[in-house]
């Protein structure tokens, strides 16, 4: 069955910095100014992390994450030839074990107008500040260990494309609001989504074409671009015909970004 949608925390809207992915705070510093902190929360849809795009938002934002690691270092060319094709702007959260494995791949995404590519994290780990765990993957044990997560792969972003993403999403999509915080001052916004497309690419296609057929204006869809054998690009090319004969638009989280 398809997961139920998180259902976000209300936060007060936090100050971004100027400069996407600067060091507001250095390692040192993060490490003393959450030292002492134990968060209350640990999730998909913990305060300050994003889950929808604005109110204001007219369109739908499609993400797919690219993790790397053990047979998850391909790209599925059939679907962003889909994206291509229908002219359907999308971000790609990637993961520094894919970017490495495929940097040519990653500057290719980062350099087409229509894309924009994210930080999906260095290992792949949930992000933490206690070594919380999901899905069997043991978080991030403490707050140098969350600064390593989100800002080596920054770094690795920056070599490989030239870019310096705006938005982050951990390994697994969890986060605890600790964490967060640390995110939106190391100047990334925290994402996650309204919308499982295809349950970390393990839907049939059909389901993750109702999945995606069920979006509206201002959600955030999650789905993976890095298993081409999964049902995902069958099941998007099936819905996005129908979406945009619904008079759906698309948007990449830069062009309307959720705070």
């Not at 290992?123 to 991030?140: D, E, K, M, Q, W």
Request: charged share 15%; net charge negative.
């Amino acid at each position: 069955m398809p997961k139920p949608r998180p259902t976000a925390t209300a936060s007060p809207e936090p100050e971004i910095s100027a400069e996407a992915g600067s060091r507001s705070l250095t390692r040192d510093q993060v490490v003393e100014t959450y030292r002492d902190r134990v968060p209350a929360h640990w999730g998909l849809a913990v305060p300050g992390v994003a889950t929808t795009l604005p109110p204001k938002a007219a369109g739908i934002a499609l993400t797919f994450d690219c993790c790397g690691g053990p047979g998850g270092e391909s790209l599925d060319h059939d679907l962003v030839n889909v994206l291509r094709t229908n002219q359907i702007p999308a971000t790609f959260f990637l993961n520094a074990r894919w970017v490495r494995a495929n940097p040519g791949l990653a500057s290719g995404l980062a350099a087409d107008p229509l894309f924009e590519v994210a930080n999906h994290g260095t290992r792949h780990l949930p992000l933490s500040v206690s070594g919380n765990s999901a899905y069997g993957i043991p978080g991030t044990a403490n707050p140098g260990e969350a600064y390593d997560e989100v800002m080596t792969n920054q770094d690795v972003l920056g070599e490989v494309t030239g870019t310096q993403p705006r938005f982050f999403r951990s390994g697994t999509a969890h986060f605890d609001e600790v964490a967060a915080e640390i995110v939106r001052d190391l100047g990334l916004i925290p994402v996650n989504f309204s919308v499982n497309g295809d349950a970390g690419a393990s839907f049939p296609a059909g389901t993750v074409s109702a999945q995606f057929r069920s979006a509206t204006a201002g959600d955030i869809v999650i789905a993976h671009a890095n298993r081409p054998d999964s049902g995902t690009a069958g099941g998007v090319a099936h819905a996005i015909p129908a979406l945009l004969a619904q008079g759906a638009t698309f948007l990449r989280l830069s062009d309307m970004p959720p705070v």
